[in-house]
């Protein structure tokens, strides 16, 4: 089944300074990627989501990259803003619907 | 459209107990799903349905059951409540498999079992 690793677990920045966190995925048929957000005490809200036959896509501060030879996707967050620390979940198609990874916890510091 | 809506938000159960989590949406998706979220371990699926009257198991089914008899209700039963169950729970629904489009959940279920 579909293996995803998420990196890093904990990630700080600046405000205004840009974030990125990584997945690796295992599935080579794998062809939908999405990322959730998660703020506390909130259920997760897809902020965007890139399919295999695209190798980037962006929506204002947010832009997702993937690498489909090297079997990874990126979400990137330029310039940071507070409203912006949150756990960022990454996700791919697997043998249970959608394999999930752990989880960034993302702090933006004011 | 208030999208998906779960009860209650926290419940405290003794071991041996038994509860039903209620999930229901308002968005005519046909699939429904519900997760638990343990701390630093991502989101693990317990059971889905890709329509009313048919389930099917997730990667951690064990100690729970489903059912759908309507496009919009999609319960969990616990059964004999074990400290194991302590978690959060979230039910979500997709208009086609997960694996192909977004996924909309709830804001969970926080559940201790002691």
């Known amino acids: 089944g579909e293996n995803v690793e998420q990196h890093p677990s904990t990630l700080s920045v600046q405000e205004g300074d840009s974030a990125v966190i990584k997945c690796t995925y295992s599935d080579s048929a794998s062809n939908y990627f999405p990322w959730y957000k998660q703020e506390l005490g909130k259920g997760p809200q897809l902020i965007i989501d890139?399919?295999?036959?695209?190798g980037e896509k962006k929506d204002q501060r947010i832009a997702v990259t993937l690498n489909k030879t090297a079997k990874h996707f990126s979400l990137h967050i330029t310039e940071t803003q507070p409203e912006d620390s949150a756990v960022y979940f990454c996700a791919a198609p697997g043998s249970y619907q959608l394999t999930f990874g752990k989880g960034t916890k993302l702090s933006v510091i004011p | 459209n208030a999208g998906v809506t779960q009860t209650p938000k926290f419940r405290i159960l003794k071991i041996g107990q038994s509860m039903t989590l209620q999930c229901t949406q308002d968005m005519n998706h046909n699939y429904m799903y519900w997760y638990r979220q343990d701390p630093g371990m991502g989101l693990k699926l317990i059971y889905y349905s890709v329509g009313a009257g048919i389930t099917d198991k997730g990667e951690v089914p064990n100690g729970y059951n489903v059912s759908r008899s309507t496009t919009e209700d999609f319960p969990l039963r616990l059964e004999l409540a074990a400290p194991s169950q302590t978690s959060v729970y979230f039910c979500?629904?997709?208009?086609?498999?997960?694996?192909?489009?977004?996924?909309?959940f709830g804001n969970g279920t926080r559940l201790t079992v002691t």
């Open positions: 979500a629904s997709s208009l086609t498999v997960a694996g192909n489009s977004p996924l909309h």
């Open positions: 890139i399919r295999s036959n695209v």
